[in-house]
């Protein structure tokens, strides 16, 4: 008989979660605004809303922190961490940050001026907000396989190449400060990239004279699938095809509470010295020193010791074979998903799911609540509200797809949870056709409104659907 899949790990410790009554949470989304971000912890059963620094560590992580070096200039846990990602990325410069959106502001402080252009695959929401705040602009040249969930590219991360070199042919080099390659993308499902397409935008990127750079949140769970998914890969390890991914770059933004398997933490890894410099100037003024960056010792430890664990197969076919078993369940119960399942999260498309919903009013924060009300279980709108509004007209932008992220914390839930958040989306779907009202914006910040805005039940008045 073949042995059955079992994890590479054991349980060591538990943290208490209380179910709650629906009555309960009815009273608590109002009281939220109906904006999950605005929940307490406490009143959430299950919490979906981000894999970002949710996940658990390691005994060797938890070790690493007990020696951490707290020093405030070069410190050994800086050097530590620094020879990992170098190890790992093959870049010799480092500049530590508190997170990655962090990274985002240091770079972009150097790179991004008002009126450039910044090409890549479905930009993330921070890394969109972090360019259009410079007033500078954001440009989608996804695949189209993307949009289309029941296709099943394997790489749907993808840049088109067609896509791309019409943005080189249409503005002067000096406003394209670079192309960001995101991997994997997640506004696009968690998505991969391939190894091919990495190559192939840095040889046209360098034909234009565009550095090109990675936000390099889950590196290693793209290397995963390009491991699993492409042709020639297979025999090679993690770590190596790491190294190659890098080498298509001129640098990288990380948020470390993804792929790096801590809590906080982020970081810059270049390989120009002059764009170190000019970098590191923003580093001290937004973050902290050069060698810590608005991280303590001991997490720059941890993180250190997560790259190293993150970058091993074993812990990655753990980690993303929960991800496909939750995706195959509700492919089992007829839920529309984005396909192939990816890498850190489970995306439903809200459009299918919730057919009598205007987009106008947000079918994709509606179904998000639903799944609340049913269940206790708290997940993000990658959707309209997400995508937010157009910084000149001012007018709503409707993405391509309307998503529901299923997002996953690493080494935290069993599959025993991932039934029970099977089971309560297949509820929500059942009775999908008594759901024909959605939500409107009562109060929005400029930017980035997801995270704060403030809904109330639409009144049934309809805007102009989008073309």
């Not at 705040?133 to 695949?143: F, G, V």
């Not at 042709?231 to 990288?252: L, V």
Request: proline content about 4%; charged content about 25%.
């Amino acid at each position: 008989m073949k042995l059955p899949y079992a994890e590479p790990f054991r349980i060591k410790m538990v943290e208490e979660i209380r179910q709650s009554t629906r009555g309960e949470r009815e009273i608590w989304l109002k009281e939220a605004k109906f904006n999950l971000f605005n929940l307490k912890s406490s009143q959430v059963f299950i919490d979906l809303l981000t894999d970002s620094g949710t996940g658990a560590m390691s005994d060797t992580q938890w070790g690493a922190i007990m020696t951490g070096d707290e020093s405030y200039a070069g410190s050994r846990s800086f050097e530590e961490l620094h020879n990992t990602v170098q190890s790992i990325t093959g870049y010799k410069y480092l500049l530590p940050t508190h997170q990655g959106r962090a990274a985002e502001n240091v770079l972009f402080s150097v790179l991004v001026k008002d009126g450039d252009i910044v090409p890549g695959n479905s930009h993330f929401d921070t890394t969109k907000g972090h360019i259009e705040i410079r007033k500078a602009h954001a440009i989608d040249c996804t695949i189209d396989e993307a949009f289309d969930i029941n296709d099943l590219h394997p790489f749907k991360g993808n840049i088109n190449l067609e896509k791309l070199e019409e943005v080189y042919k249409k503005y002067p080099k000096e406003q394209i400060p670079f192309c960001l390659v995101t991997i994997t993308c997640n506004s696009s499902g968690g998505q991969p990239v391939s190894l091919e397409n990495m190559k192939a935008v840095k040889e046209l990127s360098d034909r234009y004279g565009i550095p090109v750079y990675f936000d390099s949140a889950r590196f290693a769970e793209n290397a995963y699938f390009i491991k699993k998914r492409e042709a020639g890969q297979e025999n090679r390890t993690i770590k190596e095809i790491a190294k190659e991914m890098f080498s298509y770059g001129e640098g990288m933004t990380m948020s470390s509470k993804k792929d790096g398997l801590v809590n906080i933490g982020g970081f810059i890894a270049l390989n120009d010295e002059e764009l170190y410099k000019k970098a590191s100037n923003f580093t001290i003024i937004f973050e902290g020193f050069i060698t810590y960056g608005g991280m303590a010792g001991r997490d720059m430890a941890a993180l250190a010791v997560g790259l190293n664990e993150a970058t091993e197969f074993a812990y990655l076919e753990s980690r993303i074979s929960q991800v496909e078993y939750l995706g195959n369940k509700l492919i089992e119960y007829g839920i529309p998903i984005q396909k192939p399942i990816g890498g850190h999260a489970v995306f439903i498309d809200s459009l299918n799911f919730l057919p009598n919903v205007s987009r106008s009013e947000y079918p994709a924060q509606t179904l998000g609540l639903e799944i609340y009300k049913e269940a206790g279980i708290r997940t993000v709108e990658i959707g309209t509200l997400l995508a937010d509004r157009d910084p000149e007209t001012r007018e709503n932008r409707y993405p391509k797809l309307e998503l529901v992220r299923l997002a996953i914390p690493r080494r935290t839930y069993t599959n025993n949870h991932m039934d029970y958040i099977a089971a309560a989306v297949k509820n929500v779907y059942e009775r999908r056709n008594e759901i024909t009202k959605g939500y409107q914006i009562t109060w929005e910040p400029e930017i980035l409104r997801h995270f704060s805005v403030h809904l109330e039940e639409a009144d049934g008045i309809v805007e102009l659907q989008p073309k």
